[in-house]
């Protein structure tokens, strides 16, 4: 491929794929293959993967910098396979792939910036919504855990790097193919899993239970998507049972007493104390919210001390709560009988007042 500033190695393949469901749109892919993971002025980007989607299936494009004295070409052959697409996915390219590009351009003393199209992370979307079935989110324990299949992969990561300077320094073929296959297989990963996440995004998958819905939920809501954010929430808390659910229907509680719906947020809790009968935290919560939101002490203290003979376990830890609202019902009821005493004492002296009065009257 020619450029304005020399040759450039690309070659592409089309591979079939069937349509993906959902459809992500005009998405670029890619992945790079560097020089080492340390970033910063001494690290060269030697080969990048482009993935598109296309009618007939996916559309691979890999660019290569046979030699350092080719970085001009090499960047600006890759920008121009990214400048079509009205976005560009990447597995941890926010932290890694792209910094290293715009120190490359720069490096490379290249006009303008290293520009692109709209940038979504995948790594961010899986630690968001797979990060409680994960032991660790590398792309390859993702692709077992998330997408279900084990690549048969040519070189391990760590040798990557290793097969590039063999073939600078003797030109060896062998591993720089292996190389360039494992860039290739980590591109076509990213198509296959941002198809996957945007169907659990949209709450599509069969299998979800209450932690996948409370970490939808959770990304949703900060993300700025509230009503789908809290659907998400409904959804974990009807499961009842289990930390998540009650997790889930404490960040709704929280949601109705922030709009003032004390009565609402009441309700939930008192039925989510019934579901879950052994998390402490759903007691402390509508203790809480009986106690300053609908000022009933007593109620509150009724829960606290429930909550103790259920739970034995955190009996001491709610103590110094029960002896608190214990003290404030004492003081409230000793409050009450004052007021009843000044009541009677006003009554009859205004009797005494306004008898002479009425009998003057008569």
């Known amino acids: 491929m020619m450029t304005p500033f020399g040759a450039a190695a690309v070659r592409q393949d089309v591979i079939p794929l069937p349509p993906l469901d959902p459809d992500p749109g005009s998405v670029a892919y890619f992945d790079t293959e560097t020089t080492g993971l340390a970033g910063g002025t001494g690290t060269y980007v030697f080969a990048a993967a482009v993935a598109t989607p296309i009618d007939c299936g996916l559309r691979v494009a890999q660019v290569f910098l046979p030699e350092p004295g080719m970085e001009s070409a090499f960047l600006h052959a890759l920008r121009e396979e990214l400048e079509p697409a009205r976005g560009v996915a990447t597995f941890n390219g926010g932290s890694f792939d792209l910094p290293v590009l715009r120190t490359r351009w720069v490096m490379a003393r290249m006009p303008g910036e290293f520009s692109h199209a709209a940038h979504v992370d995948l790594l961010t979307l899986v630690r968001a919504l797979y990060r409680h079935r994960l032991e660790t989110c590398t792309l390859r324990y993702v692709e077992q855990r998330v997408l279900g299949y084990e690549r048969d992969d040519p070189l391990p990561s760590a040798l990557v790097p290793d097969a590039y300077f063999d073939f600078l320094r003797a030109g060896s073929l062998d591993l720089l193919e292996a190389a360039l296959e494992h860039n290739r297989l980590d591109v076509i990963s990213l198509v296959h899993l941002h198809s996957r996440l945007l169907r659990r995004l949209q709450g599509a998958d069969v299998d979800m239970d209450a932690d996948d819905w409370l970490a939808l939920g959770r ?144």
């Open 219 to 362: 990304h949703r809501w900060r993300r700025g998507a509230r009503a789908d954010g809290w659907r998400a929430l409904r959804n974990a808390t009807a499961f009842a049972k289990g930390e998540a659910a009650a997790t889930a229907g404490l960040l709704i509680t929280r949601g109705l007493v922030r709009r003032g719906s004390i009565q609402a947020a009441d309700t939930l809790l008192d039925w989510l104390e019934a579901s879950a009968r052994q998390d402490v935290r759903v007691s402390v919560a509508r203790a809480r919210l009986l106690e300053w939101r609908r000022r009933e002490p007593e109620l509150a203290l009724a829960v606290v001390e429930d909550a103790q003979r259920r739970m034995p376990e955190v009996a001491d830890d709610l103590e110094h709560r029960r002896a608190r609202l214990r003290r404030k019902v004492e003081l409230r009821r000793g409050d009450g009988l004052r007021r009843g005493r000044d009541g009677r004492q006003r009554d009859v002296r205004q009797v005494q007042l306004e008898a002479p009065i009425l009998d003057g009257t008569a």
